[in-house]
């Protein structure tokens, strides 16, 4: 069959959208390396910890050993253990030779309460407001934030024991911040005087 320049033109696009994606060059390699910490920043030794690359057909965890080596970079899932501890499971991105990652593990005893929420008042709130309130663990990944009423009072509940920096955001400008720890109970009362 014959094709005149119009209908290259024309059957260029679709061949574009046919290609697909390959690897060029070797695939890069890393590995993880895991800190451990209790709710008091206190180091926990051993660890272990397995892992899955999101990416499988099929989600299954490998257990690490204490330095594994040649994980392609990309999404994993992570489980991270030790013993009288609670397991922590984590989605992390593996993208340099060496990802270091710092979790708090949480006592494993079953009476023992998980988590804690922060509740909170801020005093000296500008009307008419759109405050938020940010939690950011000191060590971790996992953030959460809550937007505050019109009264002042904020929730954000979840969180490890653990210490957490605590950003006061109107819109993306942070007017406020404190550190807190999170105590080992249901909750934890914070009052924040934006008034000086």
């Not at 910490?37 to 660890?47: K, S």
């Not at 593996?94 to 023992?112: D, M, N, W």
Request: glycine residues 6%; hydrophobic residues 45%; proline residues 8%.
């Amino acid at each position: 069959m014959k094709l005149n320049r119009r209908s290259l033109l024309l059957a260029a696009p679709a061949a574009l959208h046919a290609t697909e994606c390959v690897q060029i060059g070797p695939v890069e390699t890393g590995a993880f390396e895991i800190l451990a910490f209790d709710a008091n920043g206190i180091p926990i030794e051993p660890v272990e910890f397995e892992y899955a690359f999101v990416y499988d057909p099929v989600i299954r965890f490998r257990l690490a050993s204490e330095r594994p080596t040649k994980l392609p970079y990309g999404p994993y899932l992570l489980k991270v253990r030790a013993t009288g501890f609670s397991t922590h499971q984590l989605l992390t991105s593996l993208s340099q030779p060496i990802t270091t990652l710092r979790v708090t593990l949480k006592v494993g005893a079953e009476c023992f309460p998980q988590v804690t929420t922060i509740r909170g008042t801020l005093r000296g709130v500008p009307r008419p407001s759109d405050l938020w309130v940010k939690a950011i663990p000191i060590r971790g990944a996992a953030s959460i934030e809550a937007r505050v009423t019109p009264s002042g009072y904020f929730l954000l509940p979840g969180l490890d024991f653990t210490e957490h920096i605590l950003l006061v955001l109107r819109g993306s400008t942070v007017i406020h911040h404190q550190t807190v720890r999170a105590a080992a109970s249901p909750y934890t009362d914070v009052l924040i005087n934006l008034a000086g």
